[in-house]
């Protein structure tokens, strides 16, 4: 990965994970749903807990794409990046060893009643469900924005992983119990929830693209046919200038992304839409064209390429795919007018 002097973190963390992490570990992994060797060094780091969930949006981008250039099956960007920093904004402690999970969830879902409220949420998909014993529910009443918390027990779920090999457990119980409910400000409602989650899938999809472009390259130099390289075609060069193309438009709209939301520019979520948008393409376009290069090699199970594009591959659904931010995109524009669009793309 590209050494540069403001992605220490990332550095840091990709060293750690260097040392723990393989293709062959991570599969393994994949029957418990979560490799505890790496995760553990990410406790001993430091990078569980407030102080994870308390990073600046740059520094998550990064970890998450050290963590997914490597391939590991942590839990870092659902219970880090996203469930502890949404139990930081409602003031919901929580200990750092403790992995959590977060839904936005209709109003309706939450039921309140004499004896306190429960959540109807049958079917319900919780990304690492069966590693958490609480899940946070993100969710509006009125112009008002609400965290409740959620008691989980293996009874109430029904094991699956998504193509990424990450537990996204199905909630078979008919009623959860829920333990509070916390009124936050808008910076942590469900639209903010939702941005932040498509922003954090379109980070790690950042690092698995960059992989599956690594591996298309070195395939394509060092397999040889009728007498010189794979890369030396030019059927082959246009798919690698492709995927490259795709990875550095995708690189430029996180940035982008990143600078508009720290600095609190917009909160029409603009940004994130062209983002996750623009991460679908590339995902789609890098995923076939690093399996057409690779042909029928990039197929099995032995070669490493499927851990990267199986993530591709499930990311590009998760926290909102194309069509739906480019909907959310469209009716935004059409609010705005032709000079509205003018001016928020160029103000």
């Given at each position: 990965?590209?050494?540069?002097p403001?992605?220490i973190?990332?550095?840091?963390?990709?060293?750690?994970l260097?040392?723990?992490?393989?293709?062959?570990?991570?599969?393994?992994?994949?029957?418990?749903g979560?490799?505890?060797?790496a995760?553990n060094?990410?406790i001993?780091?430091?990078?569980?807990?407030?102080?994870?969930?308390?990073?600046?949006?740059?520094?998550t981008?990064?970890?998450?794409?050290?963590?997914?250039?490597?391939g590991?099956?942590?839990p870092f960007?659902?219970?880090?990046?996203?469930a502890?920093?949404?139990?930081l904004?409602?003031?919901?402690?929580?200990?750092?060893?403790?992995i959590?999970?977060?839904?936005?969830?209709?109003a309706?879902?939450?039921?309140?009643?004499?004896g306190?409220?429960?959540?109807q949420?049958?079917?319900?998909l919780?990304?690492?469900?069966?590693?958490?014993?609480?899940?946070?529910?993100?969710?509006?009443?009125?112009a008002?924005?609400?965290v409740?918390?959620?008691?989980?027990?293996?009874?109430?779920?029904?094991?699956?992983?998504n193509?990424?090999?990450?537990?996204?457990?199905?909630?078979?119980?008919?009623?959860?119990?829920?333990?509070?409910?916390?009124e936050?400000?808008a910076?942590?409602?469900?639209?903010?929830v939702?941005?932040?989650?498509?922003?954090?899938r379109?980070a790690a999809?950042q690092?698995?693209?960059?992989?599956?472009?690594?591996?298309?390259?070195?395939?394509?130099?060092?397999?040889?046919?009728?007498?010189k390289?794979?890369?030396?075609f030019?059927?082959?060069?246009?798919?690698?200038?492709?995927m490259a193309?795709?990875?550095?438009a995708?690189?430029i709209?996180?940035q982008?992304?990143?600078d508009a939301m720290?600095?609190?520019?917009s909160?029409?979520?603009?940004?994130?839409?062209?983002?996750?948008?623009?991460?679908?393409?590339?995902?789609?376009?890098?995923?076939?064209?690093?399996?057409?290069?690779?042909?029928?090699?990039?197929f099995?199970?032995?070669?490493p390429?499927?851990?990267w594009?199986r993530r591709?591959?499930?990311?590009?659904?998760?926290?909102?795919?194309?069509?739906?931010?480019?909907?959310e995109?469209?009716g935004?524009?059409?609010?705005?007018?032709?000079?509205?669009?003018?001016?928020?793309?160029?103000?």
């Amino acid at each position: 990965m590209m050494q540069t002097p403001d992605n220490i973190i990332r550095e840091s963390v990709a060293r750690m994970l260097a040392d723990v992490v393989s293709p062959k570990t991570t599969l393994a992994a994949e029957e418990g749903g979560i490799d505890r060797a790496a995760w553990n060094q990410f406790i001993a780091m430091g990078l569980t807990g407030a102080d994870a969930g308390a990073l600046g949006l740059s520094d998550t981008a990064d970890v998450l794409q050290a963590i997914v250039y490597a391939g590991a099956l942590v839990p870092f960007a659902d219970s880090e990046a996203l469930a502890r920093w949404l139990a930081l904004g409602a003031g919901i402690a929580s200990e750092s060893s403790e992995i959590l999970s977060c839904l936005v969830v209709p109003a309706q879902a939450i039921v309140h009643h004499a004896g306190g409220a429960t959540a109807q949420l049958k079917g319900q998909l919780v990304p690492w469900g069966r590693h958490c014993s609480r899940i946070l529910l993100s969710f509006g009443q009125g112009a008002s924005h609400h965290v409740a918390i959620a008691r989980l027990s293996p009874e109430s779920l029904r094991q699956q992983a998504n193509l990424a090999g990450e537990p996204a457990d199905v909630i078979i119980a008919d009623t959860l119990a829920l333990d509070s409910v916390h009124e936050v400000a808008a910076a942590w409602g469900p639209s903010a929830v939702r941005q932040r989650g498509a922003l954090c899938r379109s980070a790690a999809m950042q690092g698995a693209a960059q992989h599956a472009l690594e591996l298309a390259i070195r395939y394509a130099s060092d397999r040889k046919q009728f007498g010189k390289s794979l890369s030396q075609f030019q059927m082959i060069q246009s798919y690698l200038a492709q995927m490259a193309g795709e990875l550095t438009a995708s690189g430029i709209m996180l940035q982008t992304c990143l600078d508009a939301m720290t600095h609190n520019v917009s909160h029409d979520g603009a940004e994130v839409a062209a983002l996750k948008i623009q991460a679908g393409m590339a995902a789609r376009t890098i995923a076939s064209l690093s399996h057409q290069i690779h042909g029928a090699m990039g197929f099995t199970q032995e070669y490493p390429l499927h851990l990267w594009t199986r993530r591709l591959w499930a990311w590009r659904e998760e926290w909102g795919n194309e069509t739906e931010w480019a909907l959310e995109l469209g009716g935004l524009a059409s609010s705005l007018g032709a000079d509205g669009v003018w001016e928020r793309i160029a103000g």
